[in-house]
């Protein structure tokens, strides 16, 4: 492969959806139809004055943007070597940045008179997003979440309630978030004229990958402006966390075509054995799930594998396409953080800079606090992609001990 001869990476994926070999759409002909329709939409209606007015507008006074990027001196100083920034997207309105989708999503929904919007959720933060875009077009919200998840996150499920939308518990397999996605198909697929699917990261068949992340790029290009705009410089290293990948595209994007080291952060959970991680990137192969080409982890029979991490938005076997495409031409580089680093930065960040992050957002935060003293005089812009109140019981009853330690 001829790197000159390859279109801008900022122009991809091509019109069936493809970035390089990855992405596309493999589904049933009737879902094609559907998919058809909403790339169709995307290049009409989202690209359109009116509704990027409206949706520039929800941002600003309903989502409460643009998030600030912040500079954690106190962190760099412990940490002792480059400095760490943090782009807040926990301060988005529901305290992640999925709204940003979420919103764009429901917006096109209501530009078609869609009646009621369909999605899965894991760390229930798609969710509560989903649901809360609902309630703001008022358009019904139907969730799907596995049984495990809505055990871990009850405090998410009781907030998706609140808002009025209502909640499908998924029993079948694992019972996280990969059953969730098929449960959600399946009911989409039931009416798909009269519903939407509103996926929760850059997954699933073309044009959702795209979508997702045109609406995640606002992370990206408003981190870019303010780091400029705070230091006279570009960034010389940027992290975020890599689940299906849309918080890390959405901020990666806007600097493909800079002079910047891009990492995204996967999830080692308990360690490198199948079954203990959910690193697609690192350990998957290639392979199709759920409409789209990708990279993935295998079990022995060729089927997703099981994946784990204490982060329960991180624990997807896949990738979105577009992180398989940029880790394939060495754009992105792949590292891993597990369980205890994670924890360890989650306390660190809160203790240092009265931060709590999302358990997935620590990762970033536990690589870039490792980068920092491989690279002392350059600069990390972390990602942090959400708040961590969500976790708060979770961490106090596994992870307990790690609150009696200094930090
Ligand atoms: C869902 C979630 C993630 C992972 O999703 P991506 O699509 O990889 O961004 C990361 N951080 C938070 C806070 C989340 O809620």
Known sequence: MKKELLPA?????????????????????????????????YHTICRSHNFVQDLRNIRKHF????????????????????????????????????????MGEGLL??????????AETGAGQHGVALATAGAYFGIPVEIHMGEVDIQKEYPNVMRMKVLG????????????????VDSAFESYLEDPVNSIYCIGSVLGPHPFPLLVREFQR?????????????????????????????????????????????????????????GEHACSLAYGTEGIMHGFNSIMLKDA????????????????????????????????????????????AFFQLSRLEGIIPALESAHAVAFATKLAKERPTESILVNLSGRGDKDLDFVMEKFGKYAEREY
């Open 63 to 102: 989502q409460g943007r643009p998030t600030p990027v912040y500079y954690c001196k106190n962190l760099t100083e412990k940490v002792g070597g480059a400095r760490i920034y943090l782009k807040r997207e926990d301060l988005n309105h529901t305290g992640a940045h999925k709204l940003n989708h979420c």
């Open 301 to 344: 029979g060729g089927n997703p594998a099981p994946v784990y991490s204490a982060a329960s938005g991180l624990d997807y076997p896949s990738v979105g396409p577009e992180h398989a495409y940029w880790h394939e031409i060495g754009r992105e580089k792949a590292v891993q953080i597990n369980d205890d680093e994670a924890v360890t």
């Open 165 to 180: 939308a209502k909640v499908v518990s998924v029993t079948r397999g694992d019972k996280t978030l990969k059953e969730a």
């Open 9 to 41: 990476e900022k122009r991809l994926p091509d019109n069936n959806g493809f970035f390089g070999r990855f992405g596309g759409s493999f589904v049933q002909p009737e879902l094609q139809k559907q998919m058809d329709e909403i790339a169709h939409a």
């Open 109 to 118: 929904a209501k530009y078609l008179g869609k009646k009621k919007l369909i």
């Open 218 to 274: 606002v992370i990206g290009i408003e981190a870019r402006e303010q780091f400029f705009e705070m230091t006279g410089e570009m960034p010389d290293n940027i992290c975020a966390c890599v689940g299906g990948g849309s918080n890390a595209a959405g901020f990666f994007h806007a600097f493909i075509d800079d002079p910047v080291e891009i990492y995204g952060v996967e999830p080692l959970g308990r360690g490198t054995k199948l």
